[in-house]
């Protein structure tokens, strides 16, 4: 596609609920990352996904978080069991290779759990 | 030392001024390096990218790099209101194989 896409764009849930975001890379991007940004804070790592490599799972908080990425293409975020602390704006972001030419953003999923 | 170190802010510019972001970063060896802005409720865009020392010009934004102080900052000349975002830095580390944000500077420019 032209960007990244991710879906849904917004999502209330139940505490304690699971969810499942999703996210489409550019076409032709090998890397896959997982970004949470908090309501006035920084970007925080959560998981890199590149080309059939393990991926990169150094910033998951806890083992509720878990993601996949089918055939080098779609990656789902998956969230266990919801709790408050994990309401925040979860951002998709692909690249070329290791991304030293810089990464695109989708437009993100703000999550609210209540 | 973080990884990739700026300033908070907010910083306040009055309009058609000077602004200028500051940003650190703390691997010797990282060779490139970016800028970009968020404005409130939007996901990150980039706007420039920066591999050699010195100046890169791209309309009236500016970035410089200094690898011996490992030191990148962004200017923006005649500043608008419409600059009025946050601005992240950003580096890309070949040891962990992806690139490191800094926390990011909310500018203003006030009319």
């Known amino acids: 596609g032209a960007g990244v896409s991710q879906s849904p764009s917004n999502k209330v849930t139940e505490k304690g609920k699971d969810v499942e975001l999703r996210c489409d890379p550019i076409?032709?991007?090998?890397?896959l990352y997982w970004y949470r940004q908090s309501l006035g804070q920084g970007l925080e790592f959560l998981i890199y996904?590149?080309?059939?490599?393990?991926?990169?799972k150094s910033g998951l908080p806890s083992d509720r978080f878990s993601a996949e990425r089918t055939g080098g293409s779609v990656s789902t975020l998956t969230i266990q069991r919801t709790q408050q602390e994990d309401s925040a704006v979860y951002l998709c972001?692909?690249?070329?290779?290791?991304?030293?030419?810089?990464?695109?953003f989708g437009s993100g999923t703000r999550l609210t759990v209540v | 030392q973080k990884e990739v170190e700026q300033n908070s802010g907010p910083l306040s510019v009055p309009e058609g001024a000077i602004a200028s972001l500051n940003c650190t970063y703390s691997?010797?060896?990282?060779?490139?390096f970016f800028w970009y802005r968020q404005y409130s409720g939007k996901s990150p865009e980039l706007i420039m990218f920066?591999?050699?020392?010195g100046d890169k010009e791209d309309g009236r934004f500016t970035a410089q790099l200094n690898k011996a102080s490992q030191y990148v900052s962004l200017l923006i000349r005649d500043s608008q209101p419409s600059d009025s975002a946050t601005y992240l830095c950003?580096?890309?580390?070949?040891?962990?194989?992806?690139?490191?944000f800094g926390s990011g500077t909310r500018l203003s420019i006030r009319p």
């Open positions: 972001a692909s690249s070329l290779a290791q991304g030293d030419y810089g990464y695109t």
């Open positions: 996904f590149q080309g059939n490599s393990a991926p990169d």
């Open positions: 076409s032709g991007h090998t890397a």
């Open positions: 920066i591999y050699s020392n």
């Open positions: 691997d010797r060896g990282s060779q490139s």
């Open positions: 950003a580096v890309f580390y070949s040891s962990a194989s992806k690139i490191i």
